[in-house]
């Protein structure tokens, strides 16, 4: 049975004095992929910081299965199971691919590799790898796969596809279906047929506020998200 894993309640928050995110609603269920959609601009980055505890929110709340996020700082919010995975794609450049996968299963101690490799295969002939050359996609393949350690309730990505191969694409698309069997989702991202095809709810963010709500697949469209960009 699905129930709510992560609720976002009222939450506004600033820069200094410049207001970013206006009285913000919203949830994810276990099982969900959950999407954001807007603009640059519109604070889609911002929002993912402000729930996984890199920015304070200036009043409102977070939950995570039951538990006050907000007013945790960022990395008990990844000890608690929300982790949080940067638009920039930073991974250790000078460690190889399992020095970086080490590093994840230093901080969580769950040394499932396993479970990684057979979401991502390509990981597996990568090991010895330094992070600093791997592909675009193989790096995005390994933050994920980092992520992942530890059985993450919520895992928060910041536009996973972007400057991605259109192969790469379609293999996280099956990848994210997958994961959010285990991990519920909330994904930032702007290839909108990626979105629709994989969202269980969408919502649309525009100059920080959320615009629109797309609660059921008949209702998620390509169109229908432009009508709100
Ligand atoms: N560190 C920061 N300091 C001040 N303003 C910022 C900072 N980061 C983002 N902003 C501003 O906040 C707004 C939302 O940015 P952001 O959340 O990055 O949007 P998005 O991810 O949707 O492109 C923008 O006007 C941006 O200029
Ligand atoms: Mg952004």
Known sequence: MSREILSVKGLNAAYGEAKVLFDIDMSVNTGQIVACVGRNGAG?????????????????????DNTLLSGMKSYDVAKFGVKYIPQDKKVFFDLTVRENLELGSYATKD?????VIAYFPKLRLLMERKAGHLSGGERQMLMIGRAIL???????????????????????????????????????????????????????????RIVAELGDKESISVAACERYL
């Open 44 to 64: 889609k980055t911002t929002l993912l910081k402000s729930i996984a505890g890199f920015l304070k929110p200036t009043s409102g709340s977070v939950t995570a």
């Open 111 to 115: 040394y499932n590799w396993d479970q």
């Open 150 to 208: 530890g059985r993450p309730k919520v895992l928060l990505i910041d536009e996973p596809t972007e400057g991605l191969a259109p192969g790469i694409v379609a293999q996280l698309k099956s990848t994210f279906r997958e994961i959010s069997l285990k991990t519920s989702l909330l994904i930032v991202e702007q290839n909108l047929p990626l979105v629709c095809a994989i969202a269980d709810k969408v919502y649309a963010v525009k100059d920080g």
